[in-house]
């Protein structure tokens, strides 16, 4: 006669989530350890995408490290270019002119609601929602569409340059731009009525992946992570920078810390953005788009190549491309508010033309750290919900 | 607001080795033996609740110290922002901050990736970006560009 055992035994196992699997954005692996289907710790495991950035950095000059920085999150180029070039500015000590700000401003917000709108994407179609994926990539399509028209290229654009941006605003931009504002409510509204109120959509998130305040804190959680939880903290807001104290825009904060503020949040940020690109479009001072101190912009091609030919012309763009421009000794850290956190970059210079240390704080990175805390408890099936709410890139999170 | 700074000097005396200012941004540097307390002091007297960001620096072979791990604190409450640098020689420890600021682990981790600088007390000090076989560590000044061949 056989027994059988009158309590089963509690047992764990290990199950590995990724490197390739669709909901984790990428190359990110996640070792589950689990309880039948309860998440006991899921560890992340990263580095798929390294690509040595800040060692790559150290051997080019500051302009031609500007490339480098939009591959990092390659959702929001211009936002990443900003921050670095906002970084040199202060090591440089120069300000860049009025219309440049501007200009900046605009970009910034218009990457920060091209971002928000693939996160929304990915994230609702992760839990179920496609339609939403279909919507979200349309209106995306709209800013890649005006990122192309100022850049010549979708992605990668390196358009901000040390200094100013590198050519002024093309015809019908503002157009075009205004255009797409005019119509970006109704298209979030529409996003809002598929999801909002949704018993579905609020089953998925509501409660799942919750972040206390103080463990935002500790453990370095920035942006909508941050404001999910309730903290009210926006770098533009409380170290200002390119103009932003001269805007007019709400920082929109959650209350509970989980997976539907978060939601919320995010989709308040873009119709803030809206508003603070509506109010750049407005007063777009005209001037140059580049500061004239410090030699560090390019001259006129007309000048080096053309029929009337500069030799001062000539030997400052040879300079700047053999040699680059030499910052003065010091180190400075300087820090935006990307749109996935707080994007900073700490700049050691020993006075070459070649950064002696380049330091990137990733906001992905930072955030996916709390994965396990956002996980604990819940079952496997909200790990899509949970990965998506973390809004990660890859590319932000490997450097 | 300026003499925050002060207070935090007076209340580490003996232990801040050097001080300096650039574009409005103050760095302390202070004596490797006094973490993690001092540390622990700037979060819990001082206000400085949030850890930024900490990472490595490369002084280059022959300098004394070789490295640093810089720290970039913030006061949430005040904005106050403060970059501390400690020095560390090849083969010197560091005393883990994860106990204070949770967020340093990983950090910690990525200055152990590359640079090979060890962290005492860390709960989980493992590469954070490469594999484990990784020879070397990318970061450290010596280590060309591209890469060693690894196919010898």
């Known amino acids: 006669m056989r027994v059988v055992a009158e309590t089963a035994e509690r047992k764990t196992f290990t199950l590995n989530m990724g490197p390739q699997h669709p909901s984790t954005h990428g190359v990110l692996r996640v070792v589950l350890t689990l309880e039948g289907e309860t998440i006991v710790d899921a560890q992340p495991v990263i580095g798929y995408l390294h690509r040595g950035t800040e060692k790559l950095a150290e051997t080019k000059t500051y302009q031609q490290v500007i490339p480098l920085i939009d591959r990092l999150d390659y959702l929001a180029c211009p936002a990443y270019n900003f921050a670095y070039c906002l970084a040199v500015e202060k090591l440089l000590g120069i300000e860049v002119p009025p219309r440049a700000k501007c200009i900046r401003v605009i970009l910034a917000e218009l990457a920060r609601i091209a971002s928000h709108l693939i996160w929304l994407g990915s994230h609702a179609m992760d839990i179920g929602a496609v339609t939403v994926f279909l919507y979200t990539f349309r209106e995306r399509e709209i800013t890649y569409e005006l990122l192309e028209m100022v850049a010549g290229v979708r992605m990668h654009q390196s358009y901000i340059v040390v200094g100013g941006v590198r050519w002024d605003l093309p015809d019908g931009f503002v157009e075009k731009l205004r255009a797409f504002l005019d119509i970006l409510p109704s298209k979030i509204q529409e996003y809002e009525d598929l999801l909002t109120k949704n018993k579905i959509w609020k089953l998925r998130t509501v409660g799942v992946g919750v972040l206390s305040k103080e463990d935002a804190i500790a453990y370095g959680a920035t942006g909508p992570m941050l404001r999910g939880s309730g903290v009210k903290w926006d770098i533009r807001k409380v170290y200002p920078y390119s103009g932003y104290e001269e805007y007019d825009f709400e920082i929109p904060i959650g209350e509970h810390g989980d997976t539907y503020d978060r939601y919320l949040v995010r989709m308040e940020e873009m119709r803030q953005s809206r508003r603070i690109i509506l109010q750049a479009l407005d007063k777009l001072p005209e001037g140059p788009i580049h500061a004239l101190e410090g030699k560090l912009f390019f001259p006129d091609p007309e000048k080096v190549r053309g029929e009337h030919r500069d030799m001062a012309a000539l030997i400052h763009q040879f300079k700047l491309v053999v040699e680059g421009f030499h910052p003065p000794k010091g180190e400075i850290y300087q820090s935006i508010e990307a749109p996935k956190g707080e994007l900073g970059f700490y700049i050691v210079s020993d006075g070459s033309p070649k950064p002696y240390r380049l330091r990137i704080r990733l906001p992905s990175l930072m955030n996916l750290q709390t994965l396990p805390i956002l996980s604990r408890g819940h079952k496997v099936a909200d790990m899509a919900a949970i990965i998506g709410t973390l809004d990660i890139v890859l590319g932000d999170v490997d450097k | ?152």
């Open chain 2, 1 to 152: 607001m300026g003499d925050w700074l002060d207070e935090v000097k007076g209340r580490l005396e003996g232990v801040v080795l050097d001080e300096s200012e650039f574009r409005d941004e103050k760095t302390l540097v202070l004596d490797r033996s006094s973490l993690p307390n001092s540390l622990e002091v700037l979060k819990e007297e001082f206000g400085f609740n949030s850890l930024v960001d900490l990472c490595g620096l490369d002084m280059g072979e022959g300098q004394t110290p070789r490295f640093y791990v810089v720290y970039h604190l913030r006061n949430m409450n005040t904005k106050a922002q403060l970059r501390i640098k400690v020095g560390v020689n090849e083969g010197e420890k560091v005393p883990t901050a994860c106990g204070i600021w949770a967020g340093a682990n990983w950090m910690e981790r990525e200055v152990y990736d590359m640079f090979g600088i060890e962290f005492d007390g860390h709960p989980c000090l493992t590469r954070l970006y490469l594999p484990e076989d990784f020879p070397g560590h990318p970061l450290r000044k010596e280590y060309p560009t591209e890469g060693y061949d690894f196919e010898e």
